[in-house]
């Protein structure tokens, strides 16, 4: 595979910013590893990182770049620092960079293919809240989306006490409203989601992830609202050993035409 770091502007947000890339690459020669690539533009993956990550951090802890080459599948890792994948109250524009400005700057630099059927988002901790709001407020977007330990219920945790690194957090990124019944609040967008629209959903958590019942109360509203998710329990906690092997598991449940 090619890996490549992207610095550009962004208008949206009125500064520089990055996004890592991995793009196919058709390879023989390589020991221990084989790429594969088509004649098309390949499907693509926007992988998102957690709070105290960045663009590069999925290719430092992870093996994804190894997990991905046979696939012939682009993955894009934005960077968003701390936004909640949010238009800041008092601060950046980051969901309009993520939904609009972002992929049309993947499409105008890199050949990768525009159709929803090859196009997926997936993301750990704060990324799993950003690819699920994502995927639930832009469904037409998607083929699949993913959640690894996600914080997927960010209005109940706006009533917890602030993070002592970051005590304003709340306030930047949400304003003086409370957020539940926003579009910020995923248990609320999944209340009035078109379930035909939906691209498939799936969420993985630890069980000794101290986010485990955020994910239980997201598929309890899944539930009553009839929206398919498969939420998969299992050993593990918040950390990048757990995210290292469920990215294997989303990576095979993907409905790749690349794989044929």
């Known amino acids: 595979m090619a890996l490549l770091r992207c ?17 196919p690459q058709r390879t023989t020669g390589q020991v221990g590893l084989t790429g594969a690539a088509s004649d ?3 499907p693509v993956l926007y992988l998102l990182h957690g709070m105290s990550d960045d663009a590069t951090t999925w290719v430092r802890r992870t093996s994804v770049e190894r997990y991905v ?10 960077q968003v620092h701390r936004s909640y994948y949010t238009d800041e109250a008092y601060g950046g524009r980051f969901w309009t960079f993520l939904t609009e400005e972002l992929p049309a700057l993947v499409h105008d630099f890199f050949r990768v293919s525009e159709r929803r059927e090859d196009t997926f988002v997936a993301g750990l901790s704060m990324g799993g809240y ?10 037409g977007r998607f083929a699949a989306a993913a959640s690894l330990s996600g914080a997927l219920d960010v209005a109940g945790r706006t009533t917890q006490r602030e ?38 959903l799936r969420a993985w958590c630890g069980t000794e992830d101290g ?3 955020d994910n239980r109360r997201f598929a309890a509203a899944c539930d009553e609202a009839g929206v398919p998710l498969e939420l998969h329990e299992g050993p593990g906690q918040h950390d990048w050993a757990y995210w290292d092997a469920r990215i294997v598991d989303v ?3 993907l409905p790749l035409r690349t794989r044929g």
């Open 69 to 78: 080459a046979p696939l012939g599948l682009a993955v894009v890792m934005p």
């Open 251 to 253: 990576l095979d449940w």
């Open 211 to 213: 986010l485990l019942e």
């Open 130 to 139: 950003g690819a699920f709001k994502w995927a639930l407020r832009d469904p």
């Open 40 to 42: 098309d533009p390949p």
């Open 163 to 200: 993070r002592p690194e970051d005590p304003r957090m709340t306030q930047r990124l949400f304003g003086d409203e409370p957020v539940a019944g926003t579009d910020a609040d995923l248990l609320h967008l999944v209340a009035g989601a078109d379930v035909a629209a939906l691209p498939a």
């Open 7 to 23: 610095d550009f502007f962004s208008e949206a947000l009125s500064l520089s910013t990055s996004m890592t890339v991995l793009l």
